[in-house]
């Protein structure tokens, strides 16, 4: 444009030195400024006009090339190519962004706040090992302490998994606070309240067992003291009598009516065993025999039942590191366990859970 602009005025200039001659009676020079006013643009307030160099003009031509359109190029009624993601489409779309950090201008992109996830809902079923101590020390008070877990602890101080030979096994009239009675009670089919007059019972009012992701079971050490036998080949339908057994019922009724639940048993571990007046060594956990076996053997039999049913299992035997010369620095009496070895204990038990979580999360 510029070009002809200057031709123009050279043009003018030129007529101009024939003194305002005309061509068939036409007056040129009127006729060249119109063209000059016709041919010139506005210039732009905001973006004053500048002199490109020669050299840059030719860069620029060589780069877009004579055959560049332009919008007024492009006809009005050209339809959009339906391959191309358009802006009302993008904003159609529901697209989920991560959080990224400002890039120093404040600029951040938005995301949606999701709900915080439910806490962990840890139920502890067992004996004393549990329940005798249930302040900021105690397993179960630690192991929510540590993974910011909901814990309930349905747990009862001398209670066996199974039940003594000739306790009612009908639902109608289950009188023992044992594992399946805590569980029957979880489910809400027992006539009885076998609970009532325990702080478990207190405490599984509060419960909706359907939330629980893991269900912690501990018992053998009463099973082994109230002789209950570990198994026979012939059990007659006796399942309730029977400590592999009842187990096994145990994990079963635990995995029919919670399905989402995970299930990890806790072995005893090495113990003590004493007269009641604490003056006379009875044996400890190898040599005792109540007739159907060892303490020891009670261990066995807990581990194999986790493995039978596919469920984790924690053998407090081996991990605990508990034996005869530190057994009295780690229990207050041979059996229950001390400040220390409940951390301990609560350490393993923590431990586990952060491994099984790690595995759900690969």
């Not at 590191?321 to 951390?343: F, L, Q, W």
Request: with cysteine; net charge negative.
């Amino acid at each position: 444009m510029k070009k002809k602009i200057v031709s123009v005025i050279i043009a003018a200039a030129s007529i101009v030195m024939l003194a305002g001659c005309s061509l068939d009676g036409v007056n040129i020079e009127d006729e060249v400024t119109e063209a000059i006013l016709s041919e010139q643009e506005p210039v732009s307030e905001t973006e004053p006009e500048t002199e490109e160099k020669p050299d840059e003009q030719k860069q620029e031509a060589d780069k877009t090339g004579p055959d560049t359109a332009t919008e007024m190029d492009q006809p009005e009624d050209l339809a959009p190519d339906p391959t191309v993601m358009t802006e009302e489409a993008l904003d159609a779309d529901v697209v989920e962004m991560l959080a990224s950090e400002a890039d120093g201008e404040g600029n951040i992109e938005p995301v949606a706040e999701k709900p915080a996830p439910d806490p962990f809902q840890i139920v502890f079923i067992g004996d004393s090992i549990f329940d005798s101590v249930r302040d900021e020390t105690g397993i179960a008070h630690l192991v929510g302490d540590a993974l910011d877990a909901d814990i309930y602890n349905l747990s009862i101080g001398g209670t066996s998994a199974a039940i003594r030979w000739g306790k009612p096994t009908d639902k109608k009239t289950w009188t023992e606070p044992s594992l399946l009675g805590v569980i029957y009670t979880m489910q809400g089919v027992l006539a009885n309240d076998v609970m009532d007059g325990y702080k478990a019972g207190e405490v599984i009012e509060t419960l909706d067992p359907s939330k629980t992701d893991y269900f912690i079971i501990e018992y053998g050490t009463n099973d082994f003291l109230s002789y209950i036998p570990i198994g026979s080949e012939n059990i007659n339908g006796q399942y309730f009598y029977y400590f592999s057994t009842t187990l096994t019922m145990g994990i079963t009724e635990l995995k029919n009516s919670y399905p989402n639940a995970r299930i990890i048993l806790c072995t005893p571990y090495y113990e003590q065993f004493w007269s009641a007046d604490r003056t006379r060594f009875i044996g400890d956990v190898h040599t005792v025999n109540n007739g159907f076996g060892t303490l020891l053997d009670y261990v066995g039999v807990i581990e194999s039942t986790a493995s039978d049913n596919n469920v984790s299992c924690l053998n407090m035997y081996n991990l605990m590191e508990i034996d005869t010369y530190s057994v009295d620095k780690m229990t207050v009496d041979g059996i229950h366990p001390n400040e220390e070895a409940r951390r301990k204990y609560a350490g393993l038990l923590i431990d586990k859970i952060n491994e099984l979580e790690q595995e759900t999360d690969e």
